[in-house]
T-cell receptor, first 116, second 112 residues
Framework: SAVISQKPSRDICQRGTSLTIQCQVD?????MFWYRQQPGQSLTLIAT?????????ESGFVIDKFPISRPNLTFSTLTVSNMSPEDSSIYLC?????????????FGPGTRLTVL | QQQVKQSPQSLIVQKGGISIINCAYE??????FPWYQQFPGKGPALLIA?????SEKKEGRFTISFNKSAKQFSLHIMDSQPGDSATYFC???????????FGAGTILRVKS
């Protein structure tokens, strides 16, 4: 499986600021995704990061709040904009080698964000 | 119909015992069912996965049982060990889709 790294691993931010999270994969992958895991909760898909085009957002998530970039097949960024305490969560990058069924998704270690 | 319902919310098992976690789904378009294991401070790790054309898949001490007619699947951890203490998530993926839908998670504690 691909080795996935995320930066930063954790951060404490002030309300109203923005944070950009990086996801780096050690090999080219077809699909990259961003998830949110609120404290003690399950994982919720924020968006699919598309290489060379705008990300595809899930219901309840918008580009102005969570802008995403994917300049190539091994790297993506997620920005959490104008943060509030409700944005305190773990943000996870995941990757998949293909499109459709039976394509395993692997997760990075996550970025633990606390907003004061 | 997008939901995957997971139970129990938490589970305590004695060392050497069998841990059983259950999941159910409604959407028959789901056709890939992975289980993830997550330790505190870590990202979820893919543990084992099954497709609906088989009723059981075993990898070491971990077994998935799948009941297509009942739209249910379960994870069995045989000879549970303290190192298995973690949160377990079931998930489902739709055919030709990319969105994993996760269950709520089960916190497993194996007592030594």
């Amino acid at each position: 499986s691909a080795v996935i790294s995320q930066k930063p691993s954790r951060d404490i931010c002030q309300r109203g600021t923005s944070l950009t999270i990086q996801c780096q994969v050690d090999s080219q992958v077809t699909m990259m995704f961003w998830y949110r895991q609120q404290p003690g909760q399950s994982l919720t898909l924020i968006a699919t990061a598309n290489q060379g085009s705008e990300a595809t957002y899930e219901s309840g998530f918008v580009i102005d709040k969570f802008p995403i970039s994917r300049p190539n097949l091994t790297f993506s960024t997620l920005t959490v904009s104008n943060m509030s305490p409700e944005d305190s969560s773990i943000y996870l990058c995941s990757v998949s080698s293909g499109v459709g069924s039976y394509n395993e998704q692997f997760f990075g270690p996550g970025t633990r964000l606390t907003v004061l | 119909q997008q939901q995957v319902k997971q139970s129990p919310q938490s589970l305590i098992v004695q060392k050497g015992g069998i841990s059983i976690i259950n999941c159910a789904y409604e959407n028959t378009a789901f056709d890939y069912f992975p289980w993830y294991q997550q330790f505190p401070g870590k990202g979820p790790a893919l543990l084992i996965a099954i497709r609906p054309d088989v009723s059981e898949k075993k990898e070491g001490r971990f077994t998935i049982s799948f009941n297509k007619s009942a739209k249910q699947f379960s994870l069995h951890i045989m000879d549970s060990q303290p190192g298995d203490s973690a949160t377990y998530f079931c998930a489902a993926l739709m055919e030709y889709g990319n969105k994993l839908v996760f269950g709520a998670g089960t916190i497993l504690r194996v007592k030594s």
